[in-house]
Each structure stands twice: as structure tokens, then as C-alpha cells.
């Protein structure tokens, strides 16, 4: 709206009486994080960020409170680690959150993470696939893997393997390593898709080289069923391994079910249960139900751990909670027979049910078996 003339001609007269005299300079305030305003803020915390993060936490707060969403996104990362700030998985959240709704796809993603993961916030893979769905339609590669991963596996979406393919092919057209290693398993096997093993081997070949592992799984299950490759275990259990050491979780999950299965032991050697242990414990703590599942029976038994069966109940139930539907077959036992648990024949009968349902065919003859009693 234009200003009345009286507002006009006021300013006018206090602009000339706060000129400095002419040939003298007004000086100017350095901005603090106190005064500093988005993307300025976040200017200024850069060069301290790499060895003074501390000293670049307050100026990144500052920005991500007058509107940069990257200050919220970088001050994310500093709470996710500890870094330059105390630990705090429900902040980084709360920033992650706040950027993501305000456009930065780099922060949805990470928070689909958090929310896939239950760090930092209740598991919610409805939140999840929310938080994923946006990053990918803003060409966030890493989250069009993600959802293709969400609905190979039937976690929080229905197992739909043609969807889940054309999401890894969406990621692997944006350059995404994992994407086109899960595409190209995908073609490999028929899976959702019309087969095509030797453009699936060429990608997954592409994927798993001297400086690249993001395939070296996908071509390890390969090799462990014998699918459009010979059958060899050994150089599955040697590709599992590789993707292993890269902190690839799923991989050693792998790894530690190889261990348990005799794997590439020498005549008469013995599975070494501490270290298929320690890999289902680091699996299962970063978030891998099938880690859990594991990590539960070695609890129960005692096998490379020290017996602990409530842990082990608690570990089965965490595997089940994120869908790992044979972990609720076996919870649903020790309820049914009150082993390490209070004997509860209505939760057995909904968790044999439930593992049921999902194809767990040794859950439908327990519950069979249940009412029958």
C-alpha cells in the first residue's frame, strides 16, 4: 500500500539528519549469532564446522531459526553424532523435520531414515515412505532406493516387486549405486520385471569392482542360490564379506548366517558363534529385523553370548514389531508354552496368526495345533 505523504516526507527528513557528514564512513556492526539472519548465519559457520564445531553450533542455530533450511539440515547432522553438541537423535528429528517441510530433500530423507529406523522418534514406516516419497520426487536418488526397498520387502507398503522396480530404476537413472544394484538383481531373477540376466549382471558387475561395493551383495545372493550364475558359496560368503567391511548391515547379517551355516569352515572346524553374534548385534542395533531374529536365538541359547532370555524375548519382539513375521512365529511359542515368558495362549494365538498370515507356514500349524487344545 502507498504510504500517506506525511509518512513519506518524515522519513525523508530523518534520513538526512542521520547521514554521517560528507567524506565519513558509517561503521558497521560485525553480525553475531545473535544478530545474523539466515543464509548469513550459516555463512559464517562454515569455516567452523569441519574443527570448531561447538563454536559453528550457535550461528547454524540462529540460521535455522530465520528460515535456512540448510542451517536446520547441517545442525541435524552436528546432533545425529555429537559433534560441537551433546547427542540427541529426537533434535535432529525435530531440525530434520523443519527443513524437510521447508523443501530441503537431502532432510526428508534423512528423517524418512529416523523414522524407518525408530531413532530419534516411534518406528513409523507410514512417516517413512512420506518422508522418502518426497525426497524422490526431488530427485533425492538415495530415496527412490529406499522406497524400492520398502516395497520389495513389504515393510509398512504391500510387497509390490514391479513398484519396488521401478523405483530402483528411477535411482539408478539418477546415478545411485544401490538403486542400480538392486535393479539389476531384479532382471536377474524376474522379479517385477521381464527378465533380463545379462543387463542385470552387467549392473550389478558395475557395482561391485575394486573402488565400488553398492552390487558386491546383490551379486553375492546370486552366487549363494545359483541364480544366472554357478552356484558357489564360497565366493558368496567372500562378496558378502566385502560389502561386509563397508558397513553394509544387511551384508553382515549374511556373513553371520554364512558363520552359523558352516560357510567356508575347514574340515572339521567349529562356527565361530562370537563373531556371527557380534555381526547380528551391530546388524540388529542399526535397525535389520533379520539381525534381531538372529541375535534372539543366540540369547536363548547362549551361542556366542551369554544366555539371557529376557533380552532375547525383547529382541524377538522387536523383530516381529518390524515384520520379520518368523520372529513372531517363535515369540508366539514361548507364550504358548510359558517359556521365558508368563504362559498367554490369546497372544500366542494372535502372533501364530499373524506369522500365518504372512506365510510362515510353521506358524499356521502351531495355531492349528493352539486351538485345537
Known sequence: MRAPSGAMILASVWLVACCP???EEEETEAPTPETCTGAACLEAAQPLMADQPAEAAPWLQRGCDTGSAESCYQLSLMYDVGRGVLR???RSM???SGACEAGHFGACHNLGVGYQLGQGAERDYAAARRAFERACDGNWAASCTNLGAMYAG?????ADA???YGYFERACNAQDAVGCANQGGQLVRGDGVAADPARGLTLLRAQCTDTVVAGCRGLANLHWDGIG???DRQEALRLYRRACAEENQDACTDVGES???GIGLAEGAEPDHAESARLFQAACEYGIPRACYHLAAALWYGRGVPEDRPQSIERYQSACDAGYLAACNDLGTCYASGDGVDADPARARTLFQRACEGGIAPACANLQRLVGE
Open 88 to 90: 540427541d537423535w529426537a
Open 162 to 164: 514391479t513398484r519396488a
Open 259 to 261: 558363520i552359523e551355516a
Open 94 to 96: 525435530q531440525l530434520l
Open 21 to 23: 557528514p560528507s567524506g
Open 229 to 231: 550364475v554357478p552356484q
Open 154 to 158: 513389504g515393510q509398512g507398503v504391500p
